[in-house]
C-alpha cells in the first residue's frame, strides 16, 4: 500500500542506489505499521532540478498511503530527511516531502483495489 518516490538531482551508483531502497522500504513499513511486502519504493536519479534557483544536491519524495495518519507525518519527515541525509549526502533543508493519503478504494492491487 504505501509508495514512496525519492527523485534527486544526484548520481546515485546502483549499490547506493539499491540500498537507499532497501533502507527507505523498512524504513516506510517500520514508521507506518504496515508489512514490508506492502511497500514500493522507487528511485529517480539525475532529474534535472532546482531547488531555491540552485542545483546542489537536493531531493523530492512522495509518499502514498491507504490511511496515512496526520499524526505520523512529522515522523515520518524526520526519518526521511535523515535517510536523505546519510543515504545520498542530501542536507535535510534540501528535501521536499509531499504526503498522500490514498482512499482504499482509490487504490488498486492484483486485479482488485483495496
Known amino acids: 500500500m504505501p509508495y514512496l518516490m525519492i527523485q534527486t538531482n544526484q548520481s546515485i551508483d546502483e549499490t547506493a542506489g539499491k540500498t537507499l531502497l532497501s533502507k527507505a522500504s523498512k ?13 514500493m ?11 531555491a534557483g540552485d542545483n546542489s544536491p537536493l531531493a523530492y519524495l512522495e509518499l502514498k498511503s491507504i490511511n496515512l495518519p496526520e499524526g505520523k507525518t512529522p515522523g515520518l519527515s524526520a526519518a526521511l530527511c535523515n535517510l536523505m541525509e546519510e543515504s545520498a549526502g542530501i542536507h535535510k533543508e534540501r528535501v ?6 490514498a482512499e482504499k478504494d482509490m487504490w488498486g492491487w492484483n486485479g482488485g483495489t483495496f
Open 41 to 51: 519504493v522507487a528511485l529517480e536519479a539525475n532529474v534535472p532540478m532546482l531547488f
Open 27 to 39: 524504513l516506510v513499513a517500520t514508521e507506518l505499521g504496515k508489512p514490508e511486502s506492502y511497500v
Open 96 to 101: 521536499y516531502i509531499e504526503f498522500a493519503n
